[in-house]
């Protein structure tokens, strides 16, 4: 990097929160330097596309990026990219990238995750097994997403559907194995489960639910897979989308407290003062616990919130969590956290447009709004003034969903 002192506000990681937090603090008018050291190549760039319209070639890889160079020339932000921090000395104020130290007077860690793999004796190690997170995994992939071929995905949340989506589409047979009851079991109630597995089987995609993999099978490359019941399937490739793990290996080596990831309070702060994180890799403090969330819309909330607080603006985040899913032509539209609920009411228009309103009680805690952006919205706004509509309400579908905002 040759420029061993650096300081103002040095940001691991360049991804969406990175670029956040860069953005909003120029904004503020902060006028330090701002240097965004990430391990990747390419600029801060948008990966919902990654396992959705850029896995279908429906879309560049400039288009994924999310601001032209000339941004970061223009607001004076330094991009150091395929770099990757080596240990942080909070101690010095100092970080380690390729041999050189770098000073900061503000940190901020947001490394985002790392998908789960499988363990070598399940046969995690073996050519042709991918996960899906940056550019480069998709671009490894890619080639072997084409007609005739025979894709195992592992685990059936958002990712690994939205991969079978695209794959059948592309005219590949698609089987999917979830060790859980029911696909989306983590993050979203049967209502939703129901839906998505009827839309995928309608497709081709074989699920097979409650069913565990005990390994993959190959030599060298997969060439199938044994599932815990004894069948045993062909597999010309696979995809994991077993969840992630938060990458605070840093902020642990350096002493940071970490819990459920790198562990900040409400305004962002880690245990260390002048050390902040956010997005993916960061949980905070909500009513449901020290919590984490893994989307677009908190990387630019929380990112957005540290810019305030390193310019002394002492606030306290109050997430809005929001989320988004395509397959097929079901765009699903996910409003508020449904951690916690007890009940659930179904608005069902048609096969295609529904939506799930989770509730607490009485208290409406999320809404998912498959093809009906209305019930998102009208259930966003709810939720994040604290109002729970009537449940009668909410299922008669002869009453207009704005009238709920007035009720
Ligand atoms: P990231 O964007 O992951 O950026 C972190 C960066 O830090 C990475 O580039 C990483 O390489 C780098 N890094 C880590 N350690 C170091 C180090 N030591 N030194 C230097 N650099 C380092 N969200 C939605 O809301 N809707 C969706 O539909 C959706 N779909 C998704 C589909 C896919 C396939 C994926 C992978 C994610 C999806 N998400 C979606 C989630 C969303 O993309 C993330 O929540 C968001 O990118 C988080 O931003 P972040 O900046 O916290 O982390």
């Given at each position: 990097?040759?420029?061993?002192?650096?300081?103002?506000?040095?940001?691991?990681?360049?991804?969406?929160?990175?670029?956040?937090?860069?953005?909003?603090?120029?904004?503020?008018?902060?006028?330090?330097?701002?240097?965004?050291?990430?391990?990747?190549?390419?600029?801060?760039?948008?990966?919902?596309?990654?396992s959705k319209?850029y896995l279908l070639n429906e879309?560049?890889?400039?288009?994924?990026?999310?601001?032209?160079?000339?941004?970061?020339?223009?607001?004076?932000?330094?991009?150091?990219?395929?770099?990757?921090?080596?240990?942080?000395?909070?101690?010095?104020?100092?970080?380690?990238?390729?041999?050189?130290?770098?000073?900061?007077?503000?940190?901020?860690?947001?490394?985002?995750?790392?998908?789960?793999?499988l363990?070598?004796?399940?046969g995690?190690?073996l050519g042709n097994c991918f996960t899906i997170?940056?550019?480069?995994d998709i671009?490894r992939l890619a080639p072997h997403v084409r007609k005739g071929q025979r894709l195992l995905v592992i685990g059936g949340g958002y990712i690994g559907l939205e991969v079978a989506a695209v794959a059948v589409k592309l005219g590949l047979e698609v089987t999917l194995v979830e060790a859980?009851?029911?696909i989306?079991?983590?993050?979203?109630?049967?209502?939703?489960?129901?839906?998505f597995r009827k839309l995928h089987s309608e497709r081709g995609v074989r699920i097979l639910e409650s069913t565990s993999l005990e390994r993959l099978e190959g030599e060298?490359t997969v060439s199938g897979a044994t599932l815990a019941n004894g069948e045993t399937l062909a597999a010309d490739f696979v995809v994991l989308g077993i969840?992630?793990?938060?990458?605070?290996?840093?902020?642990?080596?350096?002493?940071?407290?970490?819990?459920?990831?790198?562990?900040?309070?409400?305004?962002?702060?880690?245990?260390?003062?002048?050390?902040?994180?956010?997005?993916?890799?960061?949980?905070?403090?909500?009513?449901?616990?020290?919590?984490?969330?893994?989307?677009?819309?908190?990387?630019?909330?929380?990112?957005?919130?540290?810019?305030?607080?390193?310019?002394?603006?002492?606030?306290?985040?109050?997430?809005?969590?929001?989320?988004?899913?395509d397959q097929y032509e079901v765009?699903?539209?996910?409003?508020?956290?449904?951690?916690?609920?007890?009940?659930?009411?179904?608005?069902?228009?048609?096969?295609?447009?529904?939506?799930?309103?989770?509730?607490?009680?009485?208290?409406?805690?999320?809404?998912?709004?498959?093809?009906?952006?209305?019930?998102?919205?009208?259930?966003?706004?709810?939720?994040?003034?604290?109002?729970?509509?009537?449940?009668?309400?909410?299922?008669?579908?002869?009453?207009?969903?704005?009238?709920?905002?007035?009720?």
């Amino acid at each position: 990097m040759g420029d061993n002192t650096i300081k103002g506000t040095v940001i691991v990681g360049a991804g969406q929160a990175a670029l956040s937090c860069s953005s909003k603090l120029r904004a503020l008018g902060y006028e330090k330097p701002i240097t965004l050291i990430g391990e990747e190549d390419f600029p801060p760039y948008q990966r919902p596309p990654l396992s959705k319209a850029y896995l279908l070639n429906e879309t560049g890889r400039e288009d994924l990026f999310l601001r032209p160079s000339s941004f970061y020339e223009d607001q004076n932000i330094s991009l150091k990219l395929g770099q990757r921090v080596e240990a942080i000395d909070p101690a010095a104020k100092s970080l380690t990238v390729g041999g050189d130290v770098v000073e900061y007077e503000n940190l901020v860690l947001a490394t985002g995750t790392t998908p789960r793999r499988l363990p070598a004796a399940a046969g995690g190690d073996l050519g042709n097994c991918f996960t899906i997170r940056s550019i480069a995994d998709i671009d490894r992939l890619a080639p072997h997403v084409r007609k005739g071929q025979r894709l195992l995905v592992i685990g059936g949340g958002y990712i690994g559907l939205e991969v079978a989506a695209v794959a059948v589409k592309l005219g590949l047979e698609v089987t999917l194995v979830e060790a859980s009851e029911r696909i989306l079991q983590r993050v979203a109630a049967p209502e939703t489960s129901d839906y998505f597995r009827k839309l995928h089987s309608e497709r081709g995609v074989r699920i097979l639910e409650s069913t565990s993999l005990e390994r993959l099978e190959g030599e060298g490359t997969v060439s199938g897979a044994t599932l815990a019941n004894g069948e045993t399937l062909a597999a010309d490739f696979v995809v994991l989308g077993i969840g992630v793990t938060a990458n605070a290996e840093l902020a642990e080596q350096a002493g940071l407290s970490v819990e459920n990831g790198i562990r900040t309070n409400e305004k962002g702060q880690t245990s260390d003062p002048s050390i902040w994180s956010i997005g993916d890799c960061a949980s905070f403090p909500h009513e449901r616990g020290q919590i984490r969330l893994e989307s677009v819309g908190h990387a630019i909330d929380h990112g957005n919130l540290v810019a305030a607080n390193i310019m002394e603006q002492d606030k306290s985040y109050v997430a809005k969590p929001w989320f988004w899913s395509d397959q097929y032509e079901v765009k699903l539209q996910i409003a508020g956290l449904n951690t916690g609920y007890d009940n659930v009411v179904v608005r069902k228009s048609d096969d295609i447009v529904q939506s799930v309103w989770y509730y607490e009680g009485d208290r409406l805690l999320a809404v998912d709004a498959m093809n009906d952006a209305r019930a998102y919205m009208v259930g966003k706004r709810l939720i994040e003034s604290g109002k729970s509509p009537s449940k009668d309400m909410v299922s008669d579908l002869s009453i207009d969903l704005k009238a709920l905002l007035k009720a």
